[in-house]
Nanobody, 120 residues
Framework: QVQLVESGGGLVQAGGSLRLSCAAS????????MRWYRQAPGKQRELVAA???????NYIDFVKGRFTISRDNAKRTVYLQMNSLKPEDTAVYYC??????????????WGQGTQVTVSS
C-alpha cells in the first residue's frame, strides 16, 4: 500500500516563507512526475508546480519566481519552497505523484493535504 504524507503547512504573514514536504512510502517500484496542487475555499483545485523524474520543472505564472519545486529521489520526497507568500496563496496544498507499484502499472496518488494560511 502506498502513502503520501505531507507536512510543512501553517500560518505565516505576507512576505514570509514556508516549505512543504511530501514523502511517499510503501511498495513502490518507481516514481515519475510529482506535483503540487492547491485548492482555495470556493475554488477549483489548481496545479501549482510540477517536476519530472529528470528534474524538469513547470509553474503557474502566479508563483513563478516565488515558489520552487524540488525532489529527493532517494527519500521519495517532493518539496515546495514558497517565498514572498501572499494572502492569495492561502489554500489547502496537495501533492500528487505518478508512480508504479509494479513495472506495468502507472497510477496517480494524492496526499491528504496541508493547510497554508497567509495573513495580510
Amino acid at each position: 500500500q502506498v502513502q503520501l504524507v505531507e507536512s510543512g503547512g501553517g500560518l505565516v504573514q505576507a512576505g514570509g516563507s514556508l516549505r512543504l514536504s511530501c514523502a511517499a512510502s510503501g511498495s513502490i517500484f518507481s516514481i515519475n512526475d510529482m506535483r503540487w496542487y492547491r485548492q482555495a475555499p470556493g475554488k477549483q483545485r489548481e496545479l501549482v508546480a510540477a517536476i519530472t523524474s529528470g528534474g524538469s520543472t513547470n509553474y503557474i505564472d502566479f508563483v513563478k519566481g516565488r515558489f520552487t519545486i524540488s525532489r529527493d529521489n532517494a527519500k521519495r520526497t517532493v518539496y515546495l519552497q514558497m517565498n514572498s507568500l501572499k494572502p492569495e496563496d492561502t489554500a489547502v496544498y496537495y501533492c500528487n505523484v505518478d508512480l508504479r507499484t509494479i513495472p506495468s502499472n502507472l497510477q496517480y496518488y494524492w496526499g491528504q493535504g496541508t493547510q497554508v494560511t497567509v495573513s495580510s
